[in-house]
């Protein structure tokens, strides 16, 4: 939950000042003291804020995980995002296998002058070539997902979005895509992606600093 300007502003006369009153606050402030009682409410839920009778409100700060939860919700997409793989959609499936390996990702997307028409994933390369005598002749597009059925993001969503995109709909990565008119066709731009690799680094780091 992020903080209004005014509980930030209390926050910060309790932290300086503490322990202080609600009414030395509401002074300080210039509002009446039943101004502040939904936010004087709130610092204390998260743990901002602490109250004594007698004594008034002492700042304690929010807690590791409340910090942790705010910074990962004030990441964007394109915070984050790394290079997409990427092939053609006349890749061979070998030349895509062999691809994915060296490149160390679970899904490659296939483009076509960096349109997004479709991806590939590591199970999906298992699955066509279990039997395939013609993996150096089989083109990639033949067993791609289709952008039709493509789930996308874009460098505006948040990375929590992104993450709960992944949960849903059981992907390992996204394509991170900029939405373009070309010839009067919408078209899907690929910028980037994002993975679940890429969430668990960033909770990493939001955790330990």
């Given amino acids: 939950m992020k903080l209004s300007k005014r509980q930030e502003q209390i926050a910060q006369i309790v932290r ?10 509401a002074e300080h402030l210039e509002v009446t003291r039943s101004a502040l009682r939904s936010d004087l409410s709130v610092l204390t839920m998260l743990g901002v804020l602490d109250a004594r009778p007698n004594v008034g409100y002492y700042y304690v700060g929010l807690s590791k995980e409340t910090q942790t ?3 990962l919700k004030s990441f964007l997409v394109s915070d ?3 290079q997409a793989v990427v092939v053609n959609g006349d890749t061979s499936l070998y030349d895509t296998i062999v691809t994915i390996f ?3 990702v679970g ?3 296939v483009c076509d002058d960096s349109y997004l028409v479709g991806v590939v994933s590591r199970k999906d390369l298992l699955r066509a070539s279990m039997g395939q005598t013609d993996s150096h002749t089989m083109p990639i597009s033949m067993i791609m997902t289709p952008v039709s059925k493509v789930i996308t993001v874009e460098p505006t969503d948040t990375l929590v ?3 709960q995109k992944m949960i ?8 991170v895509i900029v939405r373009e008119d070309v010839e009067n066709k919408k078209r899907l731009k690929v910028v980037g992606r994002v993975s679940k690799t890429t969430v668990a680094k960033v909770f990493l780091e939001c955790s330990i600093h």
């Fill in 102 to 104: 060296t490149e160390d």
């Fill in 161 to 163: 979005e992104a993450a």
């Fill in 107 to 109: 899904t490659i997307l």
């Fill in 80 to 82: 984050v995002l790394s």
């Fill in 16 to 25: 300086e000042e503490g322990p202080v009153t609600g009414s030395a606050i």
């Fill in 168 to 175: 849903d709909y059981e992907v390992d990565c996204l394509p």
């Fill in 69 to 71: 939860a705010e910074r």
